[in-house]
């Protein structure tokens, strides 16, 4: 049986997943990637209100952009949680706002 070559491999799952080998290799850093480029959109949306939480648009607007910097640091970066105390406060805040990432 012939063994199909890796870079057909991941171009076939690429087009039938969404995703390319290698991201399974370095999950955070894919799931970073794709949360920093959601909340990039959805900042840019015009947004009907904010969680309690947050105290007004503009406060939920900084919160916003608070994450979106962090997971796109995180993307960048070789983190490997070297901040922990940021990391522990963002992915907190993270899961916070997450029920309220709708319109």
């Keep these: ?9 991941n171009i076939w799952s ?11 290799w370095n999950m955070d850093d894919y799931l970073a990637r794709q949360i920093a480029r ?3 959109a959805y900042i840019k ?8 939480f947050a105290e007004n ?17 995180y993307s960048l970066e070789d983190s490997d949680w070297e901040h922990y105390e940021r990391t522990e406060k963002i992915l907190n805040l993270f899961a916070k706002s ?5 319109d």
């Design 1 to 9: 049986m012939m063994k199909i070559p890796f870079f057909i491999r």
């Design 14 to 24: 690429k087009i039938t997943t969404g995703y390319w080998l290698e991201d399974l």
């Design 38 to 40: 959601g909340l990039k």
């Design 45 to 52: 949306t015009k947004r009907n209100g904010h969680p309690e």
């Design 57 to 73: 648009q503009d406060k939920w607007n900084e919160i916003l952009n608070e994450l979106q910097d962090w997971f796109n640091w």
């Design 98 to 102: 997450f029920p309220s990432l709708w």
